[in-house]
């Protein structure tokens, strides 16, 4: 009976590390860090069956590595390629977590590209399917759109749905119906950004969005004048 306890137990340890010996092969080869190797981080379906057993407690180890993937992009060219592959294994992994989407879009869409506000909503529209009831996936989308693409058209309805899901702050309704009015915009993006600063935790997060809110501030500041010269 032992023996086999200690059978099953190399198995078990041998299914563990050998996703982990392409990436090592990998990083032997091309001398990168293994964080910014495509190669190491597996399909989302393919990853439910590499880490079988393992799954929540790989679902934590990769969403820590992301967190340190933006901390050290961060500081220094402040671009993401790869975290919205990184969030979609997690959340493969542990579909029940709730942090991993808000933290990777509000990463994402700070690049303030077209291509960054799509990565960053098609992750957000991961997050809608997993959470339905939850007002934050839908109106994200549109504020991604309203507030980084200037695009009304794609971004009003979904910030219109959002705001009157159950649970989306009272405020939020005022705020959207009020986009089109003197400075509405931006103070609609300075007042729900101050709400996601608020629970935001990662100290490079906070200072993403500590910058975020005092531009918002300043081009509230001057739409108001502008508007009332």
């Known amino acids: 009976m032992k023996k086999l306890s200690?059978?099953?137990?190399?198995?078990?340890?041998?299914?563990?590390?050998?996703?982990?010996?392409?990436?090592?092969?990998?990083?032997?080869?091309?001398?990168r860090p293994i964080v910014?190797?495509?190669?190491?981080?597996?399909?989302?379906?393919?990853?439910?069956?590499?880490y079988l057993g393992f799954n929540a407690f790989m679902a934590n180890?990769?969403?820590?590595?992301?967190?340190?993937?933006?901390?050290?992009?961060?500081?220094?060219?402040r671009t993401y390629s790869l975290l919205e592959q990184m969030i979609r294994v997690?959340?493969?992994?542990?579909?029940?977590?709730?942090?991993?989407?808000p933290f990777a879009e509000a990463a994402i869409s700070s690049m303030r590209t077209p291509e960054a506000i799509e990565s960053a909503n098609s992750l957000l529209k991961l997050g809608?399917?997993?959470?339905?009831?939850n007002y934050f996936y839908v109106f994200n989308q549109g504020y991604n759109y309203f507030i980084y693409l200037d695009d009304m058209e794609r971004?009003?309805?979904?910030?219109?749905?959002?705001?009157?899901?159950?649970?989306?702050p009272e405020q939020l309704f005022w705020l959207v119906s009020r986009v089109a009015t003197m400075g509405?915009?931006?103070?609609?993006?300075y007042e729900y950004t101050k709400t996601k600063l608020e629970n935001a935790q990662d100290k490079h997060m906070i200072h993403l969005l500590e910058t975020e809110l005092?531009?918002?501030?300043?081009?509230?500041?001057?739409?108001?004048?502008k508007q009332s010269l």
């Open 6 to 31: 200690v059978l099953i137990a190399f198995i078990l340890l041998v299914a563990l590390i050998f996703p982990f010996i392409h990436v090592r092969k990998h990083l032997i080869e091309n001398e």
């Open 36 to 50: 910014e190797t495509i190669e190491a981080y597996p399909e989302p379906d393919f990853a439910k069956v590499v």
């Open 61 to 77: 180890i990769i969403f820590i590595r992301s967190a340190y993937y933006f901390g050290t992009h961060y500081v220094t060219d």
């Open 90 to 101: 997690v959340m493969a992994l542990n579909p029940d977590l709730e942090y991993p989407i």
């Open 128 to 133: 809608q399917e997993l959470f339905p009831d």
């Open 155 to 168: 971004a009003y309805p979904l910030m219109y749905q959002g705001s009157r899901m159950e649970g989306a």
């Open 184 to 189: 509405g915009g931006y103070r609609l993006g």
């Open 214 to 225: 005092q531009h918002l501030r300043e081009s509230l500041s001057g739409s108001i004048i």
